[in-house]
């Protein structure tokens, strides 16, 4: 057959059909494919009708339409399944063809794909891809990384079909190595559920001690989306709030309170433990989600132990004020943490992720899109070494603008019995922080009395290790690693 399109695509479920729609409204010519062939059959006569995308019944079709070199996207599962497809399709490329894993990956099986195709003579990119379905549809966010001589070939694709900030600058850009593309959507993730938890947190103060209506809270998220806390996910919450069933009551009220997740937020939390980053308000987000899965023996724990009865006799206006503040600064924190993590990351592979621009492909399209994303951006661009966004003036100022709020909202959630484990686990990690002290001294002594792991002292150099003999049995002999 003639080699007549510009990129392949296998997987049509709905985030693949509309990247291919996308693709074809910029201009591009796409090859389709998936594993159930009728499906390709209904997606050319109806969501693709009068497109120039080209349907194909099997694997070979669908290399033989490529133009060189081949560029083939694979939008299936996550896991075996996409490792399966790429060993159908190995044996029908050439040496410099690309593959291209858009579906939702886990980074170290990014790094390994790359290194094994590398082998074959195939470049392979991992990028993530957020923004949901209007994002595929009409500009996503897209993070690519692997073989840096496959995004040449790819980027006027990518950039042309991806979301574009005022400028017009597209948010999307190489992001490194291996894994680097799966590794920061995984991140993206994770402080997407931390901003979802955080708002759920300051929903559930509203609702329960401020007695508030969903179409009362709707207003306050409409009225914050105006400000600094203007992103996605304020306005999708007002939206929600303000909806009603066909009853004419709130839809949200009549929602099962057991929240689902896919993994990535557990492989964010888990990414920190393995690299040592204190991740603690992404980590209480997916714990939340954990929690709320208990159901029944939450209604069981409510009927033995009692559930708290919130009441608030204070100022409702100072309170709502006080949580747009406890918000924002606690937003902050998660970005910090999620940047900390892509910090690490990056050293540890050598990836040299630009920061900047990462803030800058999440700008738009991508679900965790806000505003201050520039003020991030502006944090880097101001200092590329930057080790951590809580040092850069601007966000040191509105950390500490919002301080005082910050803690009324976290005591008054407390005293009333309302949980806020992501906004006071974010408050946690501020004052530890900023601590030239901890509490650590005490905890390694008495690793050291319980099993001889030794202690560096304050009035010696660092990297010195001392073990005492702290019941005048314990002898000289200390255990063999200090971080055990």
Same mark, same amino acid.
């Given at each position: 057959?003639?080699?007549?399109?510009?990129?392949?695509?296998?997987?049509?479920?709905?985030?693949?059909?509309?990247?291919?729609?996308?693709?074809?409204?910029?201009? !591009?010519?796409?090859?389709?494919?998936?594993?159930?062939?009728? $499906?390709? #059959?209904? !997606?050319?006569?109806?969501?693709?009708?009068?497109?120039?995308?080209?349907?194909?019944?099997?694997?070979?079709?669908?290399?033989?339409?490529?133009?060189?070199?081949?560029?083939?996207?694979?939008?299936? $599962?996550?896991?075996?399944?996409? #490792?399966?497809?790429?060993?159908?399709?190995?044996?029908?490329?050439?040496?410099?063809?690309?593959?291209?894993?858009?579906?939702?990956?886990?980074?170290?099986?990014?790094? =390994?794909?790359?290194?094994?195709?590398?082998?074959?003579?195939?470049? +392979?990119?991992?990028?993530?891809?957020?923004?949901?379905?209007?994002?595929? =549809? +009409?500009?996503?966010?897209?993070?690519?990384?692997?073989?840096?001589?496959?995004?040449?070939?790819?980027?006027?694709?990518?950039?042309?079909?991806?979301? $574009?900030?005022?400028?017009?600058?597209?948010?999307?850009?190489?992001?490194?190595?291996?894994?680097?593309?799966? *590794?920061?959507?995984?991140? &993206? @993730?994770?402080?997407?559920?931390?901003?979802?938890?955080?708002?759920?947190?300051?929903?559930?103060?509203?609702? &329960?001690? /401020?007695?508030?209506?969903?179409?009362?809270?709707?207003?306050?998220?409409?009225?914050? @989306?105006?400000?600094?806390?203007?992103?996605? /996910?304020?306005?999708?919450?007002?939206?929600?709030?303000?909806?009603?069933?066909?009853?004419?009551?709130?839809?949200?009220?009549?929602?099962?309170?057991?929240?689902?997740?896919?993994?990535?937020?557990?492989?964010?939390?888990?990414?920190?433990?393995?690299?040592?980053?204190?991740?603690?308000?992404?980590?209480?987000?997916? +714990?939340?989600?954990?929690?709320?899965?208990?159901?029944?023996?939450?209604?069981?724990?409510?009927?033995?132990?009692?559930?708290?009865?919130?009441? +608030?006799?204070?100022?409702?206006?100072?309170?709502?004020? #006080?949580?747009?503040? %406890?918000?924002?600064?606690? $937003?902050?924190?998660?970005?910090?943490?999620?940047?900390?993590?892509?910090?690490?990351?990056?050293?540890? !592979?050598?990836?040299?992720?630009?920061?900047?621009?990462?803030?800058?492909?999440?700008?738009?399209?991508?679900?965790?899109?806000?505003?201050?994303?520039?003020?991030?951006?502006?944090?880097?661009?101001?200092?590329?070494?930057? @080790?951590?966004? /809580?040092?850069?003036? *601007?966000?040191?100022?509105?950390?500490?603008?919002?301080?005082?709020?910050?803690?009324?909202?976290?005591?008054?959630?407390?005293?009333?019995?309302?949980?806020?484990?992501?906004?006071?686990? %974010?408050? %946690?990690?501020?004052?530890?922080?900023?601590? #030239?002290?901890?509490?650590? @001294?005490?905890?390694?002594?008495?690793?050291?009395?319980?099993?001889? &792991?030794?202690?560096?002292?304050?009035?010696?150099?660092?990297?010195? *290790?001392?073990?005492?003999?702290?019941?005048?049995?314990?002898?000289?002999?200390?255990?063999?690693?200090?971080?055990?």
């Amino acid at each position: 057959m003639t080699q007549q399109a510009d990129i392949g695509l296998i997987g049509l479920a709905v985030m693949g059909q509309n990247l291919v729609l996308n693709m074809d409204d910029h201009g !591009f010519t796409v090859a389709v494919y998936n594993r159930t062939v009728s $499906k390709v #059959d209904h !997606f050319i006569e109806n969501e693709a009708k009068g497109t120039k995308v080209i349907g194909t019944h099997s694997l070979e079709e669908l290399v033989s339409v490529l133009k060189r070199p081949r560029r083939v996207m694979i939008m299936v $599962k996550a896991g075996a399944p996409v #490792d399966a497809t790429i060993a159908q399709l190995v044996p029908l490329l050439e040496p410099g063809d690309i593959i291209i894993d858009g579906g939702n990956s886990h980074y170290p099986d990014s790094t =390994r794909r790359t290194k094994e195709l590398a082998e074959k003579g195939i470049l +392979f990119i991992g990028t993530g891809v957020s923004g949901g379905e209007e994002g595929a =549809r +009409f500009g996503p966010s897209i993070m690519p990384g692997g073989a840096p001589d496959a995004w040449p070939h790819v980027k006027p694709i990518f950039q042309s079909i991806a979301a $574009k900030v005022a400028d017009g600058s597209p948010c999307c850009d190489w992001v490194g190595e291996e894994g680097a593309g799966h *590794f920061v959507k995984m991140v &993206h @993730n994770g402080i997407e559920y931390g901003d979802m938890q955080l708002i759920c947190e300051a929903y559930d103060v509203m609702q &329960h001690a /401020l007695g508030m209506s969903p179409a009362e809270m709707s207003a306050v998220f409409t009225q914050w @989306n105006q400000g600094k806390l203007d992103s996605y /996910l304020i306005e999708i919450t007002a939206d929600i709030l303000a909806y009603k069933d066909e009853d004419g009551q709130p839809m949200v009220d009549k929602i099962l309170d057991t929240a689902g997740q896919k993994g990535t937020g557990k492989w964010t939390a888990v990414s920190a433990l393995d690299n040592g980053i204190p991740l603690t308000l992404i980590g209480e987000a997916v +714990f939340s989600r954990f929690l709320s899965a208990l159901k029944d023996e939450r209604v069981t724990a409510a009927e033995v132990l009692g559930s708290p009865k919130p009441e +608030f006799a204070g100022d409702k206006a100072a309170l709502i004020a #006080d949580l747009q503040q %406890a918000l924002y600064a606690s $937003k902050i924190v998660s970005y910090t943490q999620g940047y900390m993590l892509m910090r690490s990351a990056s050293e540890e !592979f050598g990836w040299k992720l630009a920061y900047g621009n990462i803030a800058l492909m999440w700008r738009g399209g991508c679900i965790i899109r806000a505003a201050f994303l520039d003020d991030i951006k502006t944090a880097f661009e101001r200092n590329p070494a930057l @080790n951590n966004l /809580l040092l850069d003036p *601007f966000f040191k100022e509105q950390v500490q603008q919002a301080e005082s709020a910050w803690r009324r909202v976290v005591s008054t959630a407390v005293s009333v019995g309302i949980p806020v484990p992501a906004m006071s686990s %974010a408050l %946690a990690f501020y004052d530890g922080y900023r601590r #030239d002290r901890l509490p650590a @001294n005490l905890l390694q002594a008495q690793r050291d009395y319980f099993g001889a &792991h030794t202690y560096e002292r304050v009035d010696k150099p660092r990297g010195e *290790f001392f073990h005492t003999n702290w019941t005048g049995q314990g002898g000289d002999v200390t255990a063999s690693t200090y971080d055990a």
